[in-house]
């Protein structure tokens, strides 16, 4: 890779960033600038592409915060997107040069999420490989819960006896459009029984549900017109992602979220490669929440590591 050359991402050139990603082993659509750029005012976006003889060979979705550079910081995962036509000798040798652009840039510290397996297209792990030949340590394992779909486990008992109690108790489930019903659910449920709040706000997921109309879909269960249960999904093709998953307290009890759940495994998804419930440990991913990791599970859900790297560059 003689012509090989890194350089900071122009938002000129989002067209071409956005059918690289399309076409990349491991990017999904939360690597569009569509979504990257929504919250651009809260991250001060310094993303490279990396060319080989003037062609795109790699981009790094990122953003700078002091002397650190994060892959990406509004980003569950980013690390390096590549084409299927990348091979582990280039990786090591685009990982070195990044390492060396970004010192000469004054940075100090490189954090590196890597996208999980069960997103890519094709295997692309070589960029965890080159980043231990550079120096990187692991730093922080969170723990997703996600299910193979053509390798189902069954449903846990409670789980099915919550669906069919739905079913009999006369709760339906629907794809909505009007996000403003489950939201109210979502925020109540998030303060009450976590103290937090959705990491989107109502209008931020609005906004993205109109960029990306069939990448963000809200189904919800409801009875004489009332919301009981949701989950709000991102399909990133091969994955699909349950963002948000909620539940009043009646919906709670008449099983809702279970149907829920159900119908997307069994009719909406039943095609894709994985489900994705997300991860369930919380402080840095030093505790685990094995309340809400055993609910996946109950689903049929099992053990995801999402891993973070930092690369010291002093």
Not at 87 to 113: H, P, T
């Amino acid at each position: 890779m003689s012509g090989l050359s890194i350089r900071p991402y122009d938002p000129a050139e989002a067209e071409a960033w956005n059918r690289f990603v399309a076409t990349s082993r491991s990017g999904t659509f939360l690597h569009d600038r569509g979504l990257m750029d929504y919250h651009a005012d809260r991250f001060t976006d310094c993303s490279l592409v990396v060319e080989d003889a003037g062609r795109i060979v790699a981009l790094l979705p990122a953003n700078r915060d002091g002397d650190r550079v994060v892959s990406h910081g509004g980003l569950t995962y980013g690390g390096l997107l590549t084409g299927a036509s990348m091979q582990a000798g280039q990786m090591v040798e685009i990982m070195a040069a990044l390492a060396e652009w970004l010192r000469a840039e004054g940075v100090a510290q490189l954090s590196y999420k890597p996208v999980p397996h069960i997103f890519h297209a094709q295997p692309a792990e070589d960029d965890i490989y080159a980043l231990t030949q550079v120096g990187a340590m692991p730093v922080r394992c969170d723990l997703a819960s996600a299910i193979p779909m053509a390798r189902r486990l069954p449903l846990a008992k409670g789980r099915k006896s919550g669906a069919s109690k739905a079913r009999r108790e006369g709760v339906s489930v629907a794809e909505a459009e009007d996000f403003t019903p489950f939201w109210t659910v979502l925020a109540e449920t998030l303060g009450a029984r976590h103290d937090a709040a959705p990491v989107h706000t109502l209008d931020e997921i609005r906004l993205l549900k109109a960029r990306f109309p069939d990448r963000i879909r809200l189904f919800v269960g409801q009875r004489e017109g009332r919301v009981l249960a949701g989950v709000v999904m991102f399909d990133c093709g091969r994955v699909a992602h349950a963002q948000y998953m909620a539940a009043a307290p009646e919906g709670r009890d008449l099983g809702a979220l279970d149907l829920v759940v159900k119908h997307l495994l069994d009719d909406v998804f039943a095609r894709h490669d994985w489900f994705d419930f997300g991860i369930s440990t919380t402080d840095g991913g030093r505790e685990l929440n094995v309340g809400l990791s055993r609910q996946k599970e109950m689903f049929g859900a099992r053990s995801v590591v999402f891993q973070h790297y930092a690369l010291d560059l002093t």
